[in-house]
């Protein structure tokens, strides 16, 4: 059974969606009030209490070890604050017997990390517009490598966003 964080969950969006489509359990936090009110009414109104937590704060003061996944939606120094406590809880998964941990980003890279996979979506209300989602699991198969080598992992980033993302998955998101 997955158990999903989205961290700076704003609207419920993605709460909603995972609740719904995957059926997985699901746990959103924001450090903002009124984004927190607009996430359980959203989760309110389609009927996924039950499988949703909504928690307003610190994503960094919360118990994150029951999360199989993380949908990131923070602003690049955001994700660095975020990168170490996710390959602690990667590294405890795999120790554990688990599944390597899951993060999908909205929008922004995980600096100095190549993602897994791109993949670029449209949105139902912005279609002629695509936006980047980042895949990456942990802990990281090449954590030390890139430690030891944070240069050559910032260039393959410049490279890749150089490509503008030829080659990447596209998908339509309602």
Same mark, same amino acid.
């Not at 309110?44 to 949908?71: K, M």
């Given at each position: 059974?997955?158990? !999903? &964080?989205?961290?700076?969950? +704003?609207?419920?969006?993605? $709460?909603?969606?995972?609740?719904?489509?995957?059926?997985? %359990? @699901?746990?959103?936090?924001?450090?903002?009030?009124?984004?927190?009110?607009?996430?359980?009414?959203?989760?309110?109104?389609?009927?996924?209490?039950?499988?949703?937590?909504?928690?307003?704060?610190?994503?960094?003061?919360?118990?994150?070890?029951?999360?199989?996944?993380?949908? !990131? &939606?923070?602003?690049?120094? +955001?994700?660095?604050?975020? $990168?170490?406590?996710?390959?602690?809880?990667?590294?405890? %998964? @795999?120790?554990?017997?688990?599944?390597?941990?899951?993060?999908?980003?909205?929008?922004?890279?995980?600096?100095?990390?190549?993602?897994?996979?791109?993949?670029?979506?449209?949105?139902?209300?912005?279609?002629?517009?695509?936006?980047?989602?980042?895949?990456?699991?942990?802990?990281?198969?090449?954590?030390?490598?890139?430690?030891?080598?944070?240069?050559?992992?910032?260039?393959?980033?410049?490279?890749?966003?150089?490509?503008?993302?030829?080659?990447?998955?596209?998908?339509?998101?309602?």
């Amino acid at each position: 059974d997955d158990t !999903l &964080f989205d961290v700076g969950c +704003g609207d419920g969006r993605v $709460l909603v969606a995972a609740a719904t489509r995957a059926r997985c %359990r @699901v746990v959103g936090i924001d450090v903002n009030p009124e984004r927190i009110a607009e996430a359980r009414a959203a989760v309110d109104a389609a009927g996924v209490g039950a499988s949703c937590t909504v928690v307003e704060g610190n994503a960094l003061d919360q118990d994150l070890a029951p999360a199989t996944a993380f949908f !990131l &939606f923070l602003i690049e120094r +955001g994700l660095k604050i975020m $990168l170490p406590r996710l390959d602690e809880l990667g590294a405890a %998964r @795999v120790r554990g017997g688990g599944a390597p941990l899951r993060v999908v980003c909205y929008l922004y890279r995980i600096p100095g990390i190549k993602p897994d996979k791109i993949q670029w979506v449209t949105l139902s209300d912005r279609p002629d517009a695509k936006y980047p989602l980042y895949a990456y699991s942990f802990p990281r198969p090449t954590a030390t490598a890139a430690a030891a080598a944070p240069d050559a992992a910032a260039a393959t980033d410049e490279a890749e966003g150089a490509a503008g993302g030829a080659g990447d998955a596209s998908t339509h998101v309602a």
